[in-house]
């Protein structure tokens, strides 16, 4: 009986050895993303990485604005015309994005995408927008104008010329499900990186837990500090990356749906969440609802908290999490 005991904790051990880690990169989405598994082996890992992969250009094709192909798209084209029959997944995806903007005030809001043709952040923009441009473009943004027919699994946005965009949701979102694919196929750890949307489980084969590091937004080649994840989601957004400049002042890609302006007044903002949807859309709002509100807001929210870098480089964060000066 002994001597049993002995080898089945052997064979645990030999097993715990086998199992290495695989990592792919690749653009999804626009942007770079990185999925990492342990596996016993590399074909293991490329046949669970490519489903994951093709799991969120799955979700791509659903959600993105860009193709006129997507469901997306179908319902931008029809606003203010009729209701657009489309998936459940999608469905729910937005009646969660509007849950989110409730719990926000509206600082996150899905239809801010009809002003994403008055501000763009791929450097072609020469010149601010005139307010009357901004006046027109943010009357057709509220997430009230979308209305959800749940019975039907129909969307209609009401008012001519809005728009839903999912750039601030739709990586987190896509983030998750891939982990869930993965863990359902039965890899017992790994981490994904959606363009710092990062979720992980599991450990890695040595033991440790994952490590993600923050970027630091007054240099970008720095880290800010790196942190242990092992279940859950972090997720950065920042505006060292997407912004322009007018008259020596930053404008970043997050655009206040009340005003039509982009925010101003912080330069990274890290969510730690269940879930990366949640973290995703959380730091965007972030962004918009700035660090007083948002700092209070967060501590209302079970299992989640933060971490702001103001446009002076003072860190806040939230109680529960402790800074170690480095
Ligand atoms: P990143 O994509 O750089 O990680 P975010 O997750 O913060 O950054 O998302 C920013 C994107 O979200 C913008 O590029 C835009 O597409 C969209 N967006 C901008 N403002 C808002 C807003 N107030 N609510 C929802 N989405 C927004
Ligand atoms: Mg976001």
Sequence with gaps: MKRLVV????????YGWSQNTFK?????????????????????????????????????????????????SEINRNAGKKAVLVDRELFELIERALGLSQLTDGAFDI?????????????SMQKMPNSEEVKASVAKVGYKNVELDKINSAVYLKRSGMKIGFGAIGKGYAA????????????????????????AWGLQPNGAPWKVAITNPMDKQKAYGTLPVTEGAVVTSGNYEKYVVFNGKRYSH???????????????VTVFAPKAELADALATSIFVMGKTVGLNRIAQIPGVSCIIIDDKGTLFASEEIEIAKL
């Excluded at 039965?186 to 979720?199: L, M």
Aim: glycine share 6%.
């Design 111 to 123: 239809t801010y995408a009809s002003m994403d043709h008055i501000w763009q952040f791929d450097g």
């Design 176 to 199: 998750d499900r891939a982990k869930k694919l993965l863990r359902d196929m039965g890899v017992s750890s790994g981490i994904i990186n959606a363009s710092g949307d990062i979720t």
């Design 7 to 14: 080898i089945f904790s052997m064979l645990i051990t030999t």
């Design 254 to 268: 997050i655009i206040d749906p009340r005003t039509g302006y982009p925010s101003n007044g912080l330069v990274s």
């Design 24 to 72: 792919r990169s690749l653009m999804l989405m626009g942007s770079d993303f990185e999925i990492t598994v342990v596996a016993p082996d590399s074909a293991a890992a490329d046949k669970h990485i490519t489903n994951a992969v093709n799991e969120m250009e799955r979700i791509e094709k659903l959600i993105s604005s860009w193709d006129p192909d997507s469901q997306t």
